[in-house]
C-alpha cells in the first residue's frame, strides 16, 4: 500500500478512539494513549501546503495524481509549512514560534519606518471567509494597529474588482492567503491591504484579478505567491503584470533550481529565498540561499535591458531576495478549515486527514518572500520612479548581498550558487532598508 494510504487508513481506523481521548486529555495525551506516542517534527521536515496542487481544490482526505502546474494552466501557490511529521500536515501550535514584525524588522532594517498608508494588494486563488477575522488576531497578538474593512485598511474583492460574491472558499488557498496578509502586516504595519480573490486557480482568472488590483486607486505594489512551469503562453499573459508605475513581485517557486511563471516575466521583481538567522555581527542576522529557492535562465521572456549578467541568453531569475525557508519561517495565523477548533481538529490536520489550520503555524517558502519585498516596496515609496524591476539595480549597494548557499547544480555556477555580487538563487541580494526600492 502507498506510504500516504496506509497512513490515512490507520488515521480513519484511529479516529473513534481519538475523539473521547482527544476531548478530554488533548492531542498528545490521546496519541500516547493509542500507543502511538507525542510525534515531534524534525528540523528540516516540511510540507507544501495544499494549495501546491490545484487538484485538491474542495477536496479533503482524498489522494489525488500530483498536478503539474503550467503557465496557460492552473497554477499553484509557493507556501511551505513546518510539518507534524513525515508525510503528514502542518504542525499547529497554541501559539506562535515563528519570527513576528520585531524580527522580520530588524533583519532588514525597517523599525520605525512608516508607508503613510500605501496599498498592498496580494492576488490569490478561491476565497477565504476568515481572512478579515484571522487578520485582526494576528495583529492583535503583536500589538498591530487595527486594519479592518470598517475603517478600509483592508479590503477583500473578486476578479472583477467588486466586494461580492467572493469565490468558493479553499482551505489550501486561505492559507497562502494568511501568510500573505500576516507578512505584510509584519514587514509594514501601517500599509493597508487589498486581498484579490481569484475564481480559480486557473491563469485565465488570475490574470484578470492582476489587472483588477492595478487598478485599485491607491496599490503601490502587488504581490504574487504562485507560479507554474514556462509555457509559450505567458508572453501573452504577460500583459497582466505590464503595470508600470506598480511594484509588482512574484515568488520564484520552492522547487530548487529552475524557473517558474509569473517570476520568469519581464515586467515583475522576481523574489527568491533565503535562510535567514540571527547572527553576532553588526547586523545581527545573516543569510544564506534557501536550498529550495527558484532561480535560472527563463525559456522564453526577453532579458530586460537593466539585467546584464550573460549567463542567460533570456531573462534571468532572481532579481532580488528574502527569507523564505521555513525553518526561519513566519508565524502565521489561520483558523479556515472543515473540522472546527479542537485538538481532535488539529490532530486530523496534522495527519493529513483534512486541510486547512486551528491557529498557529510556522510557514516559509518564497511565498513569505515576495510579500515582503512588495511591502517594502511599498515602504519605500518610490514607485513612480519604478519600470518594472529596475531599481534595485541602479541601487544595488543598498542591498545585504548573501555569498552563500546553493539550489542545485547548473553549468553556469552563478546561477545556482550565491556568491559576491548578482546570483541567481538571491539575484542582487535581500532589503538594507528602503533605499534598494
Not at 494513549?33 to 501546491?52: F, I, K, Q, R, T
Not at 525553518?327 to 493529513?352: K, M
Not at 519605500?380 to 519604478?386: E, V
Amino acid at each position: 500500500m502507498p506510504p500516504v494510504l496506509a497512513r490515512r487508513f490507520v488515521a480513519v481506523a484511529v479516529i473513534a478512539a481519538c475523539v473521547t481521548l482527544a476531548a478530554s486529555t488533548g492531542t498528545a495525551t490521546a496519541l500516547t494513549g493509542l500507543g502511538l506516542g507525542a510525534v515531534s517534527p524534525a528540523h528540516g521536515s516540511l510540507v507544501d501546503l495544499p494549495c501546491a496542487n490545484p487538484a485538491n481544490h474542495g477536496l479533503v482526505g482524498q489522494v489525488l495524481a500530483a498536478v503539474q502546474p503550467r503557465a496557460g494552466g492552473a497554477l499553484r501557490c509557493f507556501a511551505t509549512a513546518i510539518e507534524y511529521s513525515q508525510g503528514a500536515g502542518p504542525l499547529i501550535t497554541s501559539g506562535p514560534t515563528g519570527y513576528g514584525p520585531t524580527q522580520i524588522q530588524s533583519a532588514y532594517k525597517l523599525t520605525g519606518l512608516a508607508s503613510g498608508g500605501r496599498t498592498v494588494a496580494v492576488v490569490d486563488a478561491y476565497g477565504d471567509p476568515d481572512a478579515a477575522a484571522n487578520l485582526a488576531t494576528y495583529r492583535s497578538y503583536y500589538g498591530l494597529p487595527p486594519c479592518t474593512t470598517a475603517s478600509g485598511c483592508f479590503k477583500q474583492i473578486n476578479e472583477s474588482g467588486a466586494s461580492a460574491p467572493l469565490p468558493s472558499g479553499d482551505y489550501g488557498w486561505a492559507e497562502e492567503e494568511s501568510l500573505d496578509l500576516d507578512t505584510i502586516s509584519a514587514t509594514c504595519p501601517d500599509c493597508h491591504i487589498l486581498l484579490v480573490e481569484a475564481s480559480s486557480a486557473n491563469t485565465s482568472d488570475l490574470d484578470q484579478a492582476e489587472d483588477a488590483a492595478a487598478a485599485v486607486p491607491g496599490v503601490v505594489a502587488i504581490s504574487n505567491s504562485y507560479g507554474g512551469t514556462e509555457d509559450t503562453s505567458e508572453l501573452t499573459d504577460d500583459a497582466s503584470f505590464d503595470h508600470a508605475g506598480i511594484a509588482i513581485t512574484a515568488a520564484a517557486g520552492d522547487s530548487g533550481y529552475g524557473v517558474e511563471w509569473p517570476a520568469a516575466s519581464q515586467y515583475v521583481t522576481a523574489v527568491g529565498g533565503t535562510t535567514l538567522d540571527t547572527a553576532s555581527n553588526a547586523r545581527g542576522w545573516t543569510e544564506t540561499a534557501w536550498a529550495d529557492t527558484g532561480g535560472g535562465c527563463s525559456a522564453y521572456e526577453p532579458k530586460p535591458g537593466w539585467q546584464k549578467d550573460t549567463g542567460c541568453t533570456y531573462r534571468t531569475d532572481n532579481d532580488v531576495a528574502a527569507d523564505a525557508d521555513p525553518n526561519t519561517g513566519l508565524a502565521v495565523y489561520d483558523t479556515y478549515n472543515q473540522c472546527g477548533s479542537s485538538s481532535l481538529c488539529d490532530l486530523l490536520i496534522e495527519l493529513g486527514i483534512v486541510q486547512g489550520l486551528d491557529g498557529w503555524a510556522k510557514v516559509g517558502g518564497t511565498s513569505l518572500a515576495s510579500p515582503l519585498i512588495a511591502s517594502v516596496y511599498a515602504l519605500a515609496g518610490n514607485t513612480k520612479s519604478i519600470d518594472y524591476g529596475n531599481w534595485p539595480y541602479s541601487h544595488r549597494s543598498s542591498l545585504f548581498d548573501v555569498t552563500s548557499g546553493s539550489n542545485g547544480s547548473c553549468s553556469t555556477a552563478y546561477l545556482c550558487t550565491a556568491g559576491v555580487g548578482y546570483d541567481g538563487p538571491t539575484g542582487l541580494g535581500t532589503p538594507d532598508s528602503i533605499t534598494g526600492f
